[in-house]
Every structure is written in structure tokens, then in C-alpha cells.
T-cell receptor, first 116, second 113 residues
Framework: GAGVSQSPSNKVTEKGKDVELRCDPISGHTALYWYRQSLGQGLEFLIY????????KSGLPSDRFSAERTGGSVSTLTIQRTQQEDSAVYLC??????????????FGPGTRLTVL | GNSVTQMEGPVTLSEEAFLTINCTYT??????LFWYVQYPGEGLQLLLK?????DKGSNKGFEATYRKETTSFHLEKGSVQVSDSAVYFCALSPSGGSYIPTFGRGTSLIVHP
């Protein structure tokens, strides 16, 4: 497709279960970002990829969160042993490259995660 | 570290009113500055950007000027429409070192007919 896609669009899970969120960036975009958007809290940076490597994982809230990117394209964000405080909208964005002034990010529609 | 501060909302206006949403930033060097908009039920999309001091970004009647001396990037529109109702995010992209963008908390705009 032409834009960034994310799946699933909605995910309801029980506390303690693992979840996987998927992001398909725009073809050719080398940089990929994951954010978390909680109600009234703005965007919280989680992790970014340059190609398949993640130079900065400092935003991951705990060791229950992990992410990978394969083939310089699709990325998966995994949350293990989900907690209620993980409930949020998880946004993925891609850009042509990092470190380039004025480089626009293109956002996906997000995955709304609800942990019961 | 870098930070972006934008006015809290919601901002409620009548159609055709003048809009200002304030945004100030803290960053080293010369970051790029952005305004993103999130319409109800949609993802964020770029509204406008500026990459150096005194640059003016504009789109869809919205404008913002990169003010290095006041570290500001205020969003303005002369006459808002109901369709402008959305959440607006100010953001910066650092000029070196960290490649992590920093976003403000977002300002909700509600425009009444």
C-alpha cells in the first residue's frame, strides 16, 4: 500500500497474556519508529530502527517490551505478560532516513490495545 | 534533553475565529520543527514544517514561523472551520546526535458552527 499500515487495529487481551503488534512501513523508508499514545499524554517514544538495527531502545518502558525489524521492512512490537497500564494506542511511523533535517514521519493508524 | 511545550487544551472557537496554538521548545543546535494534526479516528499527519530560523511553514491556511530567539513555533490560522477540529502536535527533530523526535502533548481544537 501507499501508506504505513498497522495490525491489528484493535486488540483486547487479558492481563498476563503476550501480544504482538505489527507495522508495515512505506516501501523504501529506512527509519521506523514506535510510539505509545495514552489518553492526554501525547506521544511517548519507545524505539526506533535504522534498517534492521535499533540504535536506541531507551524508550522501552520495561523488559517486557521488545521489538524487531526484518528485511528492513516489517516490524513487530511484542509485549509480554501484559499489564493494565499497557493499555494505549501504539503508533508506528516511518521516514525516508534518520538524521536528515526536515525529514517527515509518516504515521500508521495505530493499534488500540486494551488489557483487561 | 530536548523538550516541546504546547498550550493545554481544549481550545474552543467559533467558526471563522482566529487561532493561535503556542509551542516552545528546548533543544541544542538547530532542530527542525513540525506541526502534526490528528483528525478524529485517524493517524497523525504532517501539517507543516520549518527547518531553519525565520522559515515559515504553511499549509491549508495554517502558518508557523521558526523563531530561534524565542525558541517558539506557534501555529496560527486566520479563520478556522469546523473541519479543523482535531488534535495538533508540535514536534522537533534534532539536528545531530540523537535521531529521536520529541513531541508535545497535543492541543485539542474544537470549532463550533
Amino acid at each position: 500500500g501507499a501508506g504505513v499500515s498497522q495490525s491489528p487495529s484493535n486488540k483486547v487481551t487479558e492481563k498476563g497474556k503476550d501480544v504482538e503488534l505489527r507495522c508495515d512501513p512505506i516501501s523504501g523508508h529506512t527509519a521506523l519508529y514506535w510510539y505509545r499514545q495514552s489518553l492526554g499524554q501525547g506521544l511517548e517514544f519507545l524505539i526506533y530502527f535504522q534498517g534492521n538495527s535499533a540504535p536506541d531502545k531507551s524508550g522501552l518502558p520495561s523488559d517486557r517490551f521488545s521489538a524487531e525489524r526484518t528485511g528492513g521492512s516489517v516490524s513487530t512490537l511484542t509485549i509480554q505478560r501484559t499489564q493494565q497500564e499497557d493499555s494505549a494506542v501504539y503508533l508506528c511511523a516511518s521516514s525516508l532516513q534518520t538524521g536528515f533535517l526536515g525529514n517527515e514521519q509518516f504515521f500508521g493508524p495505530g493499534t488500540r490495545l486494551t488489557v483487561l | 534533553g530536548n523538550s516541546v511545550t504546547q498550550m493545554e487544551g481544549p481550545v474552543t472557537l467559533s467558526e471563522e475565529a482566529f487561532l493561535t496554538i503556542n509551542c516552545t521548545y528546548t533543544a541544542t543546535g538547530y532542530p527542525s520543527l513540525f506541526w502534526y494534526v490528528q483528525y478524529p479516528g485517524e493517524g497523525l499527519q504532517l501539517l507543516l514544517k520549518a527547518t531553519k530560523a525565520d522559515d515559515k511553514g504553511s499549509n491549508k491556511g495554517f502558518e508557523a514561523t521558526y523563531r530561534k530567539e524565542t525558541t517558539s513555533f506557534h501555529l496560527e490560522k486566520g479563520s478556522v472551520q469546523v473541519s479543523d477540529s482535531a488534535v495538533y502536535f508540535c514536534a522537533l527533530s534534532p539536528s545531530g546526535g540523537s535521531y529521536i523526535p520529541t513531541f508535545g502533548r497535543g492541543t485539542s481544537l474544537i470549532v463550533h458552527p
